[in-house]
């Protein structure tokens, strides 16, 4: 056969094992199994084993204690008085049917046998030693046609009447059939506790699995896409029910990982369009103006002026928006900060300096204490106020006043900024710090800015430990409120 015929012909090993399902029930129960006919087995060995010495104890015995009446029987035997009341008494008392007694002579044989109760014809294969051999030392005999080993056990002993050897045995068949009657019981018993085992071993086993089993009902439901799908609780003493517990712990952190990365996903497509909107733009009227000079705008200086304004104003837009997009991306990566102590007074103080000379004609205010403190990077934080305030100027009418507040809560620099302008829906205000998210819908360049300088302000303020929220209703204002750790209280190294 060829190579392509033998793989055809013998299918791989992890087939046929895969054909061969063993299920963690039948493995246990099938544990189970054999364990208990391992130890039913050994314990009737070991009783079986214990328990023909204990009868063959039993029997030595009977063979020490019938040594004299033994004895008398056989001087009556040899007087010719085999009926001897004192012997047919230690007959029936000490010696069962079968037992023999002989006398045995100098040279080892052994004489007539004198045989007590019934008479099987049976005879012990009599060693040669027995007139050597120590005395009142039981020892086994086999029958001399063979067909038990170790019938009898026999003693030796000597006459106190007259001084002579004789050999006492008893038929140790009782004792064979005992231990054979313990073997069938044994057997009959480890077949009913086997068969009774491997029955309540089997609901056992399914109902100790059963919580195994839900959990892999659950897993198929997760696995099928039900991510909310949990797996029934137990006793949390057992390891079943920590087990579903900690798996439920570890579904509830997929399900909140995998819709985080949803979200992600679908904000990094909301940014990428939005990017790609803004960018769009300045773009499209670089494009259109080049067109115009190659036209014949350069042939008229005043149209060859307007066009090369507005190109260098849409690419300083553009400029500073990929600036932004850069910030933020690298913030995105790697938070590095430098760690000094900044004045939070002092820069709200220049921001608003800056306001008023582009906008002198809207009155913005500072309150607060001389100093605050915090440990930070002043570039960064210098830009969080710059951004607050250019979003007053940008988002409320000209000459709307504004307040500038700085305070100290609770270990916390509080800096807020607060317009009287036209506020902003609560929908708006809980995505205002989104990227690129503006109330203006139509996204016109008369209002507003790019959308993503509350973004960046949010960023930064992320970056140095603090947060930043807003509080605004529609013709009510908008209040923006900052809050960094003051020195003392912020790590040491901004990460």
Same mark, same amino acid.
């Given at each position: 056969?060829?190579?392509?015929?033998?793989?055809?012909?013998?299918?791989?090993?992890?087939?046929?094992?895969?054909?061969?399902?063993?299920?963690?029930?039948?493995?246990?129960?099938?544990?189970?199994?054999?364990?208990?006919?391992?130890?039913?087995?050994?314990?009737?060995?070991?009783?079986?084993?214990?328990?023909?010495?204990?009868?063959?104890?039993?029997?030595?015995?009977?063979?020490?204690?019938?040594?004299?009446?033994?004895?008398?029987?056989?001087?009556?035997?040899?007087?010719?008085?085999?009926?001897?009341?004192?012997?047919?008494?230690?007959?029936?008392?000490?010696?069962?049917?079968?037992? +023999?007694?002989?006398?045995?002579?100098?040279?080892?044989?052994?004489?007539?046998?004198?045989?007590?109760?019934?008479?099987?014809?049976?005879?012990?294969?009599?060693?040669?030693?027995?007139?050597?051999?120590?005395?009142?030392?039981?020892?086994?005999?086999?029958?001399?046609?063979?067909?038990?080993?170790?019938?009898?056990?026999?003693?030796?002993?000597?006459?106190?009447?007259?001084?002579?050897?004789?050999?006492?045995?008893?038929?140790?068949?009782?004792?064979?059939? #005992?231990?054979?009657?313990?073997?069938?019981?044994?057997?009959?018993?480890?077949?009913?506790?086997?068969?009774?085992?491997?029955?309540?071993?089997?609901?056992?086993?399914?109902?100790?699995?059963?919580?195994?089993?839900?959990?892999?009902?659950?897993?198929?439901?997760?696995?099928?896409?039900?991510?909310? $799908?949990?797996?029934?609780?137990?006793?949390?003493?057992?390891?079943?029910?920590? +087990?579903?517990?900690?798996?439920?712990?570890?579904?509830?952190?997929?399900?909140?990982?995998?819709?985080?990365?949803?979200?992600?996903?679908?904000?990094?497509?909301?940014?990428?369009?939005? *990017?790609? $909107?803004?960018?769009?733009?300045?773009? #499209?009227?670089?494009?259109?103006?080049?067109?115009?000079?190659?036209?014949?705008?350069?042939?008229?200086?005043?149209?060859?002026?307007?066009?090369?304004?507005?190109?260098?104003?849409?690419?300083?837009?553009?400029?500073?928006?990929?600036?932004?997009?850069?910030?933020?991306?690298?913030?995105?990566?790697?938070?590095?900060?430098?760690?000094?102590?900044?004045?939070?007074?002092?820069?709200?103080?220049?921001?608003?300096?800056? +306001?008023?000379? #582009?906008?002198?004609?809207?009155?913005?205010?500072?309150?607060?204490?001389?100093?605050?403190?915090?440990?930070?990077?002043?570039?960064?934080?210098?830009?969080?106020?710059?951004?607050?305030?250019?979003?007053?100027?940008? $988002?409320?009418?000209?000459?709307?006043?504004?307040?500038?507040?700085?305070?100290?809560?609770?270990?916390?620099?509080?800096?807020?900024? *607060?317009?009287?302008?036209?506020?902003?829906?609560?929908?708006?205000?809980?995505?205002?710090?989104?990227?690129?998210?503006?109330?203006?819908?139509?996204?016109?360049?008369?209002?507003?800015?790019?959308?993503?300088?509350?973004?960046?302000?949010?960023?930064?303020?992320?970056? $140095?430990?603090?947060?930043?929220?807003?509080?605004?209703?529609?013709?009510?204002?908008?209040?923006?409120?900052?809050?960094?750790?003051?020195?003392?209280?912020?790590?040491? #190294?901004?990460?």
């Amino acid at each position: 056969m060829t190579l392509v015929d033998d793989a055809l012909a013998s299918p791989p090993r992890a087939s046929r094992r895969a054909r061969r399902p063993r299920s963690l029930a039948g493995r246990l129960l099938l544990v189970v199994a054999v364990l208990a006919l391992v130890s039913l087995a050994s314990s009737a060995v070991l009783t079986a084993l214990a328990l023909r010495p204990f009868l063959v104890d039993g029997a030595d015995e009977r063979l020490l204690a019938a040594r004299v009446p033994a004895s008398f029987r056989l001087y009556d035997q040899a007087a010719g008085q085999v009926q001897g009341s004192d012997g047919q008494e230690f007959d029936d008392v000490l010696l069962p049917a079968g037992s +023999l007694a002989a006398t045995v002579a100098p040279d080892g044989t052994v004489g007539e046998v004198l045989v007590f109760g019934t008479d099987d014809g049976d005879r012990p294969a009599w060693p040669a030693d027995l007139a050597t051999r120590a005395l009142d030392e039981p020892f086994d005999v086999t029958a001399v046609d063979g067909r038990r080993a170790g019938t009898y056990r026999a003693v030796v002993a000597q006459s106190s009447i007259d001084g002579t050897r004789y050999v006492v045995a008893v038929s140790l068949d009782e004792v064979a059939e #005992v231990v054979a009657n313990l073997g069938r019981v044994a057997l009959s018993v480890t077949t009913v506790v086997l068969v009774v085992t491997i029955l309540l071993g089997w609901w056992l086993v399914r109902l100790g699995l059963a919580p195994l089993r839900r959990i892999e009902q659950s897993a198929a439901a997760i696995a099928a896409g039900d991510l909310s $799908h949990r797996v029934p609780g137990g006793d949390p003493q057992t390891e079943v029910g920590r +087990l579903s517990a900690a798996l439920n712990r570890m579904l509830a952190d997929i399900e909140t990982a995998f819709a985080a990365r949803v979200a992600s996903e679908d904000r990094l497509r909301r940014f990428v369009a939005d *990017a790609s $909107h803004e960018l769009r733009t300045p773009l #499209v009227s670089i494009r259109g103006y080049a067109e115009l000079f190659f036209r014949g705008a350069r042939d008229r200086p005043d149209d060859l002026e307007t066009s090369m304004l507005r190109i260098g104003q849409e690419a300083e837009r553009m400029g500073i928006l990929v600036d932004e997009l850069l910030l933020l991306a690298r913030f995105d990566q790697s938070r590095d900060l430098e760690a000094d102590d900044v004045d939070l007074v002092a820069l709200a103080r220049d921001a608003v300096a800056d +306001l008023q000379a #582009v906008e002198p004609d809207r009155s913005v205010t500072v309150e607060g204490p001389e100093r605050l403190v915090v440990v930070g990077d002043e570039v960064r934080l210098r830009q969080v106020v710059t951004n607050l305030l250019a979003n007053v100027r940008q $988002h409320t009418p000209p000459g709307t006043p504004a307040k500038v507040r700085l305070e100290l809560q609770g270990g916390e620099a509080v800096l807020s900024v *607060a317009d009287q302008g036209p506020g902003m829906a609560e929908a708006d205000a809980a995505r205002i710090f989104e990227r690129f998210y503006r109330t203006d819908r139509a996204r016109q360049r008369t209002r507003g800015g790019n959308g993503l300088g509350l973004a960046i302000v949010a960023t930064l303020v992320e970056a $140095h430990g603090g947060r930043v929220t807003v509080r605004s209703a529609p013709g009510a204002g908008a209040t923006f409120e900052v809050r960094l750790p003051v020195a003392g209280t912020a790590p040491a #190294v901004l990460d």
